[in-house]
């Protein structure tokens, strides 16, 4: 567990540290260090979502977004 607890931890830095190089957020490293992973994921997602785009001017998102299709019976 502690391999979970600790790849938590380094992307919850990478993630502050991204959102404070980007000026993407008015709170401070400490404020930022308090909320979740899902806070920050969220956070950095709508930063990209409204001033980040690729090359090829699509939108660049942190996470995958997964559709289950129904299975026909």
Sequence with gaps: M???R???????EWLIN????DQATSNT???????T????????????ITNKRSKNNTLRFTRSISINAKKEA
Excluded: H, P, S, T
């Design 2 to 4: 502690a391999y979970l």
């Design 18 to 21: 991204q959102l404070i190089q």
């Design 29 to 35: 490293k400490d404020e930022l260090g308090n909320k």
């Design 37 to 48: 992973l899902n806070e920050l994921l969220d956070e950095y997602d709508q930063f990209l």
């Design 6 to 12: 600790q790849a938590v931890e380094r992307q919850k």
